[in-house]
């Protein structure tokens, strides 16, 4: 009979071994975290979106054009040679351009004091205006600035002769600081937008005769 001897670690090899293992620990929980961001803004406060009587109309905010380079789950930014950077640890909550007509969507509807159907039955009885928006450049310049360029056409549904509204509107917004700031100034740069909509549905539905608001 051939007796082995039994292998019992010595205090060293433990040591090393619990290394190893908090070695591996660490290595794992240094994996950068992803953040969320959203386009969607607060709410304005009460008495702002009051300042006008509510629209006698409904709106209905049409899917929302982006540049092919902007759609990305993840944040698409400016670097100082020029070139665009995609940042994987700063990704928006869901598809951007669905972000962005959502934010839209609540800004334009605050701001008239009246509902977007879009995805409703239409109701009876109220005037309809359709609104598309095309952002033609959407850029990002971290711990600078916002820039954003979108054209928009507005619309009565049903109506004879098809009479539309076209304008066109450029938004900068400074953006100091972090990415959250820079998503801060892309909601601002929206909520801009969002006004000039709603100021230029609530002329057009009055009368045809006027043309875009101031700036566009």
């Given at each position: 009979m051939t007796i082995r001897p039994r292998f019992t670690p010595g205090p060293?090899?433990?040591?090393?071994?619990?290394?190893?293992?908090?070695?591996?620990l660490s290595a794992c929980s240094s994996t950068p975290p992803v953040h969320y961001h959203s386009l969607l803004a607060p709410p304005k406060p009460a008495a702002a979106a009051a300042s006008a009587p509510p629209a006698p109309f409904l709106v209905e905010v049409l899917a929302v054009?982006?540049?092919?380079?902007?759609?990305?789950?993840?944040?698409?930014?400016?670097?100082?040679?020029?070139?665009?950077?995609?940042?994987?640890?700063?990704?928006?909550?869901?598809?951007?351009?669905?972000?962005?007509r959502t934010a839209l969507s609540a800004d334009i509807s605050q701001d008239l004091g009246t509902q977007d159907i879009a995805g409703l039955p239409r109701p009876a009885g109220k005037p309809l205006l359709r609104i598309k928006v095309q952002v033609r450049r959407l850029d990002a310049w971290p711990g600078q600035r916002v820039q954003m360029d979108a054209d928009w056409s507005i619309g009565v549904a049903d109506e004879a002769g098809n009479a539309r509204l076209s304008c066109r509107g450029r938004f900068d917004q400074a953006a100091p600081g972090a990415?959250?700031?820079?998503?801060?100034?892309?909601?601002?740069?929206?909520?801009?937008?969002?006004?000039?909509?709603?100021?230029?549905?609530?002329?057009?539905?009055?009368s045809h005769n006027g043309g875009c608001s101031a700036g566009a």
């Amino acid at each position: 009979m051939t007796i082995r001897p039994r292998f019992t670690p010595g205090p060293c090899l433990a040591t090393a071994a619990l290394g190893l293992a908090a070695l591996g620990l660490s290595a794992c929980s240094s994996t950068p975290p992803v953040h969320y961001h959203s386009l969607l803004a607060p709410p304005k406060p009460a008495a702002a979106a009051a300042s006008a009587p509510p629209a006698p109309f409904l709106v209905e905010v049409l899917a929302v054009g982006i540049p092919a380079e902007l759609d990305q789950a993840q944040l698409v930014v400016h670097q100082s040679d020029g070139s665009l950077a995609i940042l994987d640890g700063e990704r928006w909550a869901g598809p951007l351009a669905d972000g962005i007509r959502t934010a839209l969507s609540a800004d334009i509807s605050q701001d008239l004091g009246t509902q977007d159907i879009a995805g409703l039955p239409r109701p009876a009885g109220k005037p309809l205006l359709r609104i598309k928006v095309q952002v033609r450049r959407l850029d990002a310049w971290p711990g600078q600035r916002v820039q954003m360029d979108a054209d928009w056409s507005i619309g009565v549904a049903d109506e004879a002769g098809n009479a539309r509204l076209s304008c066109r509107g450029r938004f900068d917004q400074a953006a100091p600081g972090a990415y959250v700031q820079l998503v801060q100034a892309q909601q601002a740069a929206l909520a801009a937008l969002g006004a000039r909509i709603a100021a230029d549905a609530r002329a057009w539905a009055s009368s045809h005769n006027g043309g875009c608001s101031a700036g566009a």
